[in-house]
């Protein structure tokens, strides 16, 4: 396993489309794998393959109660909605309130290639959209309603 680079806005990378994941093999294990050391090294929630300069669809999520990873991840269906800071390892020190739903339902495939259907409330529902949108070359400060300064609480 490794830290990969993560690339910031500006890059053009991060705008385009995500190609689909068809081999689930050892390469893709080692993305995934890579992309969670990444994810935790810089204390991140989430993490979308773009982010490291692979166009691929798949992304890695952790709020606080494990990995998840998602190949090939559609939002099959939101219910409510929710306002709140979001922030992007690849927009550092930048915040912004975006509206996002409350709860969602996506139905992915694990790194084996099984279909899996995951649902997630409040930040997983955030952090699942937010790194799904990353797979269309969709930044979180597109929707963000405002941006807004964060004073450095360290
Ligand atoms: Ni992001």
Do not use: W
């Not at 490794?2 to 893709?28: H, P, Y």
């Amino acid at each position: 396993m490794a830290i990969r680079n993560v690339i910031r806005e500006g890059d053009e990378t991060l705008r385009k489309k995500s190609r689909e994941i068809t081999v689930f093999d050892k390469r893709l294990h080692d993305l995934l794998d890579d992309m969670q050391d990444t994810m935790y090294q810089h204390d991140g929630v989430g993490l979308a393959a773009p982010q490291v300069g692979v166009l691929r669809r798949c992304v890695v999520v952790d709020v606080g109660d494990g990995i998840v990873e998602l190949v090939n991840p559609v939002v099959v269906s939101k219910a409510g909605e929710q306002v709140d800071l979001e922030g992007c390892l690849s927009c550092p020190g930048e915040y912004g309130k975006v509206k996002r739903p409350e709860r969602v339902c996506v139905k992915a495939q694990d790194r084996y290639g099984k279909e899996i259907i995951l649902e997630g409330e409040g930040l997983k529902a955030r952090a699942f959209c937010h790194e799904i949108d990353h797979l269309d070359g969709i930044l979180f400060k597109d929707l963000a309603i405002e941006m807004v300064d964060v004073e450095d609480e360290k």
